[in-house]
């Protein structure tokens, strides 16, 4: 069993204003984006033009951060949300959601690319490989916040959460996650997009990715106490959701190296 590294969730308290490393680690995630899709407009097929990054990642921001919340609130809050709509809006209680933050995302391009005339596929391929950063740096942020920690196990790298009521040596599923959902899904998807690939390839390529690290990582991971399991029994609410990303990317995959489809990134 390893020790938990004790880190005080407030990153820096200056009197009330408490700032905590999960809220630094979005910050830190959208500015490390930000950088990235700056050095990426220069790649020949880019279909974003330097000056409209300023914009790209604002559109983003608001989408991971309204998304986010909007559908913890609903994927997640049960009778809570019923019995006190006003939590919905309470940000500092915490509460956020990927798959909520993932379709505020997939609006907000929507309407970016329409405002720049940019197509939505091609503009998401653009997008995708910059996501990974942010996902992994929030589950670092989870992992000194002591929040969705594993299932107990017996394994040698097991840890015992000192927020856990049962103080039980359990998996640290948030590790696991910036692994597989931040590292390793960033390092295939900015290989993958470093050449001009079909159109929906690289966004595949993350619906799939993610989706498929999501559902694996579950099995570790403890389960919302007030949802539990829900399909036949062993199934949790993330995996339900990230099913549809596993199928979408698929069908991504499928479009985009299909014998009709020969559009690249860049180029018609």
Same mark, same amino acid.
């Given at each position: ?51 409209? /990054?300023?914009? =790209? %990642? ?7 951060? &309204? @998304?986010?919340? $909007? !559908?913890?609130? #609903? ?51 653009? /997008?995708?490989? =910059? %996501? ?7 589950? &670092? @942020?989870?992992? $000194? !916040?002591?929040? #969705? ?55 595949? %390529? ?63």
């Amino acid at each position: 069993m390893l020790p938990y590294p004790e880190i005080d969730p407030v990153a820096v308290a200056l009197g009330p204003l408490k700032i905590h490393w999960y809220g630094l680690a979005y910050l830190t995630g959208i500015a490390a984006g930000w950088w990235l899709a700056l050095r990426r407009t220069g790649q020949p097929w880019s279909p974003v033009k330097r000056e409209q /990054v300023d914009d =790209l %990642v604002f559109f983003a921001a608001l989408g991971i951060v &309204l @998304g986010g919340r $909007i !559908g913890y609130t #609903l994927f997640y809050g049960g009778q809570r949300l019923v019995d006190d709509p006003t939590w919905a809006l309470r940000l500092w209680e915490g509460g956020m959601s990927f798959h909520g933050g993932f379709l505020g995302v997939l609006f907000a391009m929507y309407l970016f690319g329409r405002k720049r005339n940019i197509a939505f596929w091609r503009l998401m391929d653009f /997008v995708a490989p =910059l %996501v990974p950063i942010g996902l992994g740096l929030g589950r &670092l @942020g989870n992992f $000194i !916040g002591q929040e #969705l920690w594993g299932k107990p196990t017996d394994v040698a790298w097991s840890m015992v959460f000192p927020a856990d009521p049962l103080q039980l040596p359990r998996h640290p599923s948030q590790l696991y996650e910036f692994a597989l959902e931040g590292l390793l899904l960033f390092v295939l998807l900015y290989w993958f997009s470093s050449r001009p690939r079909p159109t929906c390839a690289v966004s595949g %390529v993350f619906s799939l990715g993610y989706g498929s690290a999501r559902f694996l990582v579950e099995f570790f991971r403890e389960p919302d106490a007030h949802i539990g399991y829900e399909a036949f029994g062993w199934l949790t609410r993330g995996q339900l959701l990230s099913l549809p990303m596993i199928i979408v990317g698929l069908a991504l995959l499928f479009v985009a190296y299909r014998g009709s489809n020969r559009t690249r990134n860049g180029s018609t």
